[in-house]
């Protein structure tokens, strides 16, 4: 299943900026979306995903206070808002389709089976 980040660019900190990413074809194999993200250096991490049936959320902790995840079904689109933007928030930011997680899994990249390529987010001082 294609999935097609966008939305990155350049911005203050404090600014806000915000990732679409749009699956096509075989869109009814993808049931929930996450986002990664990969900062120079660093291993890749878990930022957000949800499930797009129930529209449930995850987050990590270290976003959850300033970025909102949410979902169009019927465009199979999701977006990540991001507010309050950090220079440690400075990274590529990789969407993700998985056919399936659980409560504990819902953070592992094993559990995405879809990958986009990613959009650069970079966050000035």
């Known amino acids: 299943v294609p999935l097609q980040a966008s939305g990155g660019g350049l911005v203050q900190a404090g600014g806000s900026l915000r990732l679409s990413c749009a699956a096509s074809g075989s869109t009814f194999r993808i049931y929930g979306v996450g986002w990664f993200r990969q900062a120079p250096g660093k291993e890749r991490e878990f930022v957000a995903a949800i499930t797009f049936s129930s529209g449930m959320t995850f987050y990590a902790d270290s976003v959850k206070a300033r970025f909102g995840i949410s979902r169009d079904k019927t465009k199979y689109t999701v977006t990540l808002q991001m507010n309050s933007l950090k220079p440690e928030d400075t990274a590529v930011y990789y969407c993700?389709?998985?056919?399936?997680?659980?409560?504990?899994?819902?953070?592992?990249?094993?559990?995405?089976?879809?990958w986009g390529q990613g959009t650069q987010v970079t966050v000035s001082s």
């Open positions: 993700a389709g998985s056919r399936g997680y659980g409560i504990g899994t819902f953070s592992r990249q094993t559990s995405y089976h879809y």
